[in-house]
């Protein structure tokens, strides 16, 4: 009887150390999945990148507005305000553009912080529910069975080995309500994270709608000050005058990427470079295919155009496409953001390098949503449609430069 008592015994413990393992196994999984860390430095990165950028574009609007008070105490002409105000409006809209982001980059951490916090909560179910089936096997087998466990066996080796068994049970038992309350620490954590991004959404939201005012203030002052310039009778030749002017400005920009594309290119060494490696399609092979950066009807075309006005031939060297304010714009094909900046004339401006001196230029932009050095994508969003630097409707300016030319954009897009 003891024998057959003892071998049933026997039997109950290796099935319970058998549980015991399995049950060690699923706490190791864990264990493991707890330390995995979501993808979130790319996310931390953006939004660093972001800050920095908008901290430095506040300087640059509380410095124009200290030149346009300026201005004004001086009583200098209306153009240079005008000007000055027009750059102002454009930086608020790019400020706001980046706000706009960091709101997008937040969302994406809450979603993961939420995500991570229902499998928290998952896991921390899963622990208890361990501890109760160890609760259930120690009220079950008690410390008398342990006692009978050892009193039972055979010999001292066997008896040894028992007490190892016990004591490694014990072990985890005393590791489960660790890990439980370590998990409840967790949770708890998580949750604070959450609040504090909920906050800096909010103080996000906050601060586009203060962009917002600032922009719509200033532009009620730029129309104060059109106003008054048409009084003045302003040369509308000087008008003229001042666009080929501009375009130069933007010609020279163009130039002196292609002077540094092709210096690059005659390196026999490559020189150390922090930019992006990027493999540049074959641009030239999609003329005719390219997708339109805005859908809408070309109000201002390309080449020798006549003046209705001043009766006099103009040329241009890109297209204006009217489109409503805030309408997303798209690039027309792969490449590397090589400029943002802002022109008189074209507002704020992204010039985008496709490779073997091709480039597209978008102006008039309100946001924009990418960085300089950048890759972006065929129809990836990189703005949206405004009106900065610019006295005319509500458009955008788009233009394709390559090998030293301007091209007719409404050649090469589909």
């Known amino acids: 009887m003891p024998l057959r008592l003892a071998t049933t015994f026997n ?10 393992n399995r049950l060690s196994f699923v706490l190791l999984f864990l264990l493991m999945t707890n330390n995995v860390l979501f993808a979130q430095f790319g996310i931390e990165k953006n939004l660093n990148q972001n800050r920095s950028l908008l901290k430095k574009l506040d300087r640059q609007i ?13 009583e200098a002409d209306l153009e240079l ?3 000055l105000l027009d750059q102002e409006m454009a930086l608020i809209m790019r400020s706001k553009g980046i706000l706009e982001q960091e709101i997008d980059l937040v969302q994406k951490k809450i979603s993961q912080k939420q995500q991570e916090l229902n499998e928290a909560e998952k896991r921390l179910e899963q622990l208890k529910q361990l501890y109760t089936e160890r609760v259930f096997y120690s009220y079950k087998y008690g410390r008398v069975k342990n006692i009978e466990l050892l009193i039972s066996a055979r010999s001292i080796n066997q008896a040894l080995v028992r007490i190892k068994y016990l004591q490694q049970i014990a072990r985890h038992d005393a590791n489960l ?12 954590a998580i949750k604070r994270t959450l609040q504090s991004n909920l906050q800096q959404k909010n103080l996000a939201l906050r601060e586009i709608q203060k962009k917002t005012n600032q922009y719509l203030a200033r ?7 059109l106003r008054k310039l048409k009084s003045t009778h302003y040369s509308y030749q000087k008008q003229l005058t001042e666009k ?3 375009r130069k400005q933007l010609l020279d920009l163009i130039a002196a990427l292609e002077k540094e594309r092709l210096a ?15 493999n540049f399609e074959n641009f030239r092979k999609a003329k005719g295919k390219l997708p339109w950066p805005v859908k809408g009807k070309v109000i201002t075309r390309y080449g020798k155009q006549r003046d209705p006005v001043s009766k006099t031939y103009i040329k241009n060297t890109d297209i204006e496409i009217k489109a409503r304010p805030g309408t997303p714009v798209k690039c027309i094909f792969p ?5 943002i900046t802002f022109l008189p004339g074209y507002g704020n401006t992204v010039i985008v390098d496709h490779g073997k001196g091709f480039y597209s230029i978008y102006s008039h932009l309100a946001q924009i949503y990418v960085y300089k050095n950048a890759t972006v994508r065929q129809n990836q969003i990189i703005g949206k449609v405004g009106d900065s630097g610019y006295l005319g409707p509500v458009s955008l300016r788009f233009g394709i430069y390559g090998s030293k030319k301007t091209y007719n954009p409404l050649s090469w897009l589909e």
Do not use: C, Y
């Open 81 to 83: 305000q005008i000007q």
């Open 244 to 246: 080929d002017r501009q």
């Open 11 to 20: 039997k109950n413990t290796r099935r319970a150390f058998v549980k015991l």
């Open 62 to 74: 509380e410095e124009l507005r200290q030149k346009i008070l300026a201005t004004k105490r001086k």
């Open 335 to 339: 490449g590397v953001v090589r400029i």
């Open 177 to 188: 309500i660790k890990i439980i309350e370590n998990k409840r620490q967790q949770i708890a």
């Open 219 to 225: 532009k009620a002052e730029k129309q104060n000050l």
């Open 264 to 278: 690059k290119a005659k390196q026999t060494v490559p020189a150390k470079s922090t930019e992006i490696s990027f």
